[in-house]
């Protein structure tokens, strides 16, 4: 049996009284993409600010490709290929696109940002920044500066600067937040040409996007896991029906 990219074993995670991870575990394979719905306050973000390193688990095991990473900083995380693309878009509005995604790249080198050395003069930089907006079809914008794009554009310029740390498994939190049906579907189809060369954990509430996108989904509720299955086994599943999709579903 093939062992999994990610697994983690009965995290759990309390905030005072509140139980925000209850003894969970989850197995995400190399080559998925893994989503990951619940209901507000389920524990989604938790859960990935612990895989992320933001948040010490009080109780069980994170292996990443079979070593225990669970007391790990978040720094040290993308260098191993574990990389989290945040809820909300933290780009550098001042720098072009393409200086946004070089600067990510020079990063992944261990060394800190420069903002000040011409980072976008560097070809080696360059070249890697340029196939990271390709991927995200953003090289037209190369040189236009991140706070003249569209709230969209600038979610997929986020998403190429987690790209050029070239992710074993890219953590995707709420990429379609804040974005109408044609840019949802038009992320849809980034990460659909993703699929198979980097691995993903995705939170997101756009369940269109959700179906489209996932191998395999994992259902949270009260910081526990209620169901782990393909598409059509969540839609039939009455527990997820109740806790979640709702019975108009059904109906």
């Known amino acids: 049996m093939t062992e999994p990219l990610l697994r983690v074993d009965g995290l759990a995670k309390s905030f005072g009284a509140l139980r925000a991870t209850d003894d969970?575990?989850?197995?995400?394979?190399?080559?998925?993409?893994?989503?990951?719905?619940?209901?507000?306050?389920?524990?989604?973000?938790?859960?990935?600010?612990?895989?992320?390193?933001?948040?010490?688990?009080?109780?069980?095991?994170?292996?990443?490709?079979?070593?225990?990473?669970?007391?790990?900083?978040?720094?040290?995380?993308?260098?191993?290929?574990?990389?989290?693309?945040?809820?909300?878009?933290?780009?550098?509005?001042?720098?072009?696109?393409?200086?946004?995604?070089?600067?990510?790249?020079q990063s992944r080198t261990g060394h800190s940002f420069h903002f000040f050395a011409p980072v976008a003069r560097d070809r080696t930089l360059n070249d890697i920044a340029m196939t990271a907006l390709r991927d995200v079809a953003?090289?037209?914008?190369?040189?236009?500066?991140?706070?003249?794009?569209?709230?969209?554009?600038?979610?997929?310029?986020?998403?190429?600067?987690?790209?050029?740390?070239?992710?074993?498994?890219?953590?995707?939190?709420?990429?379609?937040a804040g974005m109408g049906p044609d840019e949802s579907a038009f992320v849809v189809e980034v990460l659909s040409k993703l699929r198979g060369d980097v691995t993903m954990l995705l939170i997101e509430h756009d369940m269109d996007a959700v179906f489209a996108l996932a191998d395999r989904i994992t259902v949270l509720v009260y910081g526990r896991s209620i169901a782990t299955g393909t598409p059509a086994d969540i839609r039939e599943n009455p527990a997820v029906r109740e806790a979640y999709l709702g019975d108009e579903e059904a109906a």
């Open 24 to 105: 969970l575990s989850l197995e995400v394979a190399e080559g998925e993409i893994h989503a990951l719905i619940g209901p507000n306050g389920a524990g989604k973000t938790t859960l990935v600010s612990q895989l992320s390193g933001e948040l010490t688990p009080n109780a069980g095991r994170i292996l990443f490709d079979g070593r225990d990473i669970t007391a790990m900083s978040a720094y040290e995380r993308p260098h191993i290929g574990l990389v989290r693309s945040f809820q909300i878009t933290s780009i550098f509005p001042e720098f072009t696109t393409l200086e946004n995604v070089a600067l990510a790249a």
């Open 138 to 176: 953003l090289d037209d914008a190369a040189g236009r500066p991140a706070h003249a794009l569209s709230h969209g554009q600038q979610r997929r310029l986020e998403l190429a600067m987690a790209l050029v740390l070239q992710p074993r498994l890219l953590l995707l939190d709420e990429p379609m």
